[in-house]
């Protein structure tokens, strides 16, 4: 039996239960996981690919809000079945969450909503929900998107330590990343070096400069948040090989 895989984003500890509880008698559906963290959900969505998600507006015991997700979501790839829940009856509101990409938008204090109401009215859409995803998820095992990704994760954590794109270092460290996670070990700065028709003592330096820079002008406290790999006591700061071999082996992990 094909399942359907949802992700709940819910602040509400009686509601999380309730959903929970109900969707462990079906068969036919099952939840990945839960939270009442807009950023968490985000990770969760890139992370399981979800057939659909059930996502509350207002997240107050929690962190972000619904719209923060769809924001979010507009610049991802990947659109899984959006089911909102809230306790909101603006319009303006509804028109909004409309055009961030809602599929459906249900009212929590509408005389026959509960839980299981919701459930049942995903599982009574389950085959198309489920042909959209199986489309989506084809299109996301395809090299071209493949290749999309990488890049983008890597980008997304060289801009995160504070490493400018404009920097000279910045395109050998994401092709010597990328290299890595390939698995490209060996003659790494000279095949970069090739590539770029460049010296491999020029890439090495200009990979370091980008390093070194980023650790005398970024905030100490967000570098010591996102990196957490070694960092040379004599330098202050990661090495080219520390610092490649770490985002390989992180951006490994989340792929």
């Known amino acids: 039996m094909t399942e359907l895989s949802v992700l709940l984003v819910e ?40 057939d659909a998600i059930i996502l509350d507006l207002e997240l107050h015991m929690g962190n972000g809000t619904g719209i923060d997700v769809l924001t979010a979501l507009q610049n991802y790839d990947y659109h899984p079945y959006i089911l909102v829940t809230t306790n909101n009856i603006s319009k303006i509101t509804y028109e909004q969450v409309r055009q961030l990409g809602a599929d459906f938008i249900m009212y929590k204090h509408q005389e026959d909503y509960s839980e299981k109401s919701v459930i049942e009215f995903l599982l009574s859409l389950k085959n198309i929900i489920k042909d959209n995803s199986s489309k989506i998820i084809n299109t996301l095992e395809s090299p071209e998107y493949t290749e999309k990704r990488l890049n983008t994760k890597i980008n997304r954590e060289l801009d995160t330590v504070g490493i400018s794109p404009k920097a000279l270092g910045y395109q050998y460290l994401t092709s010597a990343i990328k290299k890595i996670i390939n698995g490209q070990t060996d003659n790494l700065l000279k095949s970069i070096a090739t590539e770029y028709q460049k010296s491999e003592s020029s890439v090495e330096r200009a990979m370091q400069n980008a390093i070194n820079k980023a650790w005398t002008t970024s905030d100490l406290e967000t570098l010591t948040k996102v990196y957490t790999g070694r960092i040379s006591s004599s330098k202050g700061s990661p090495t080219v090989t520390e610092f490649i071999f770490y985002y390989s082996n992180k951006i490994k992990a989340q792929l």
């Open 11 to 50: 602040d509400d500890t009686m509601t999380c239960k309730n959903f929970y509880e109900y969707i462990d008698t079906k068969e036919d559906i099952f939840l990945v996981n839960y939270t009442n963290s807009a950023k968490q959900a985000i990770e969760y969505i890139d992370y399981y690919h979800p």
